[in-house]
């Protein structure tokens, strides 16, 4: 065979048919492609020779026979062929931009790797590890065949593994994305809410994280679509009042007597007249955010849970750093975490098992830590607390963990607790999905994680105790 200055195709010699018998052909026949389509190079081999048009139609010499891939296009960019009567074409798909890998011819030994034994009389897909494999070359002898596939990666990550580009987009060269609509980032891990991208501050009113696109997950303390609406409210409390936990200076008169419990709600009286965007009671102390920042704490103080410097019990409420606004906060059986209006985190109370983020060599702290320089330079936007651990959603979208091993779901070593703040990686399927919103359960903790493109839904992962029934799998 050979090829014109013009990029037709001369061929001569034997051919095998796909419909009937050999016939032989002398010099002079071209073998016809659509207009506009230049053949550059071609392999001879001993008796059977055939290419594949555009259209992914295989025609021979002496036949219009054909053979198609049920619909889809492919563009021949290759012909590899050991002289053994077998040939294996590289052939582009024009509907998908991928290659596919077609063979034909002697397969006795399964050298052309299409699942079977016997001579194949046209063109067959050779089935590549993924769907979106790009074959570049192949080598077949006799005995057997070689293929390379594409090797391109986006971010360490292959061409076609179904998780490239954060499974929003389609690598199209060494860590170059293509993203879908509505993600954005070198590698599409960065959804968009309503015009705005979610590494943007401002995103979700700046209260909450944008889980996919155009769904907004709100922050603790704040409703509504974009996350622009802060719900506040009157302080009211029951049930066990042994510390003045309730914020009623211990007196209110229910039944016309003073009692320990208070068998329905009853008003903060002595914080009466503020308003508050979020309460959080713990063993025998209560924490409350006023709508202005102000902190307050009140109940019992053994281990310093109402951060006065004090460990003595409070029946009257304390304001915790004055000078700071606060925007999150929460407890655990016996110690408190909060955020501040830059993302500071602040730890107090117990540390029984690591849970501050410091050595368990300090047992409790009743002064507010400032562990974010632990974490490093990244901003804290809302933090849970369970029973002696505490988990933190950082405005990335990442989070990180201290305190007992089940809730924090990092064992360091045999039942060690984790005394600094350490990020949580949930699963390595997850990749660069971010982390929307956190619950931390008595020993169990839980995390919605952004999902795939097409859906409005995020994924929940859990980790923790069995014993109490809190794990979950698979939801």
């Known amino acids: 065979m050979l090829t014109n200055n013009s990029g037709k195709v001369l061929s001569w010699g034997k051919f095998t048919n796909v419909v009937g018998g050999p016939v032989y052909q002398?010099?002079?026949?071209?073998?016809?492609?659509?207009a506009g389509v230049n053949v550059t190079s071609i392999t001879a081999i001993q008796q059977s020779q055939s290419l594949l048009e555009p259209d992914a139609l295989l025609l021979t010499a002496q036949s219009t026979a054909s053979w198609n891939c049920g619909g889809c296009l492919k563009q021949i960019s290759s012909l590899t062929s050991s002289g053994n009567d077998l040939l294996v074409a590289i052939a582009k798909n024009t509907t998908s931009g991928g290659t596919l890998a077609l063979a034909w011819g002697t397969n006795s030994r399964s050298q052309l790797g299409t699942g079977g034994a016997s001579t194949l009389a046209s063109p067959t897909v050779i089935d590549p590890p993924y769907n979106q494999t790009k074959y570049s070359h192949s080598s077949i002898s006799i005995t057997h065949g070689l293929f390379l596939v594409d090797g391109t990666t986006c971010y360490s990550v292959f061409a076609y593994d179904p998780h490239v580009c954060s499974n929003h987009g389609t690598c199209v060269a060494l860590d170059t994305c293509v993203c879908e609509t509505g993600y954005v980032g070198p590698d599409c891990n960065i959804p968009t809410c309503f015009g705005k991208n979610a590494s943007n501050p401002t995103v979700c009113g700046g209260h909450g994280q944008c889980l996919t696109i155009d769904v907004c997950v709100c922050y603790k303390g704040y409703t509504g679509t974009t996350c622009t609406n802060e719900a506040v409210g009157i302080l009211y409390g029951s049930g066990d009042d042994s510390y003045g936990q309730l914020f009623d200076n211990n007196n209110y008169v229910g039944s016309g007597t003073n009692t320990l419990v208070q068998m329905f709600p009853v008003i903060g009286f002595s914080v009466i007249g503020t308003l508050f965007k979020m309460v959080a009671a713990g063993d025998g102390f209560s924490i409350a955010l006023a709508s202005s920042g102000s902190l307050y704490s009140i109940g019992r103080n053994n281990l310093g849970q109402c951060a006065d410097n004090t460990?003595?019990?409070?029946?009257?409420?304390?304001?915790i750093q004055p000078q700071t606004k606060f925007v999150d906060i929460c407890v655990g059986n016996s110690h408190a975490a909060a955020i501040d209006e830059n993302g500071l985190l602040y730890t107090w109370g117990s540390n029984s098992n690591g849970q501050l983020g410091i050595s368990v060599s300090l047992p409790y702290k009743s002064t507010p830590l400032n562990v974010t320089q632990v974490i490093g330079n990244f901003k804290s936007v809302q933090v849970y607390c369970g029973q002696a651990h505490t988990i933190v959603l950082?405005?990335?979208?990442?989070?990180?963990?201290?305190?007992?091993?089940?809730g924090v779901g990092i064992d360091i070593g045999l039942n060690v607790n984790v005394e600094t703040p350490t990020q949580i990686y949930l699963s390595s399927l997850l990749y660069k999905r971010r982390v929307a919103q956190v619950a931390a359960g008595h020993c169990s903790s839980?995390?919605?994680?952004?999902t795939t493109a097409g859906t409005t839904d995020g994924i929940l992962y859990s980790w923790g105790c069995v014993s109490y029934l809190h794990h979950i799998n698979d939801l």
């Open 26 to 34: 002398l010099p002079g026949l071209y073998i016809n492609f659509p």
């Open 311 to 319: 460990i003595t019990d409070r029946a009257t409420p304390y304001i």
């Open 394 to 406: 950082i405005a990335n979208g990442t989070i990180f963990g201290m305190g007992a091993y089940q």
């Open 446 to 450: 839980y995390a919605v994680v952004s």
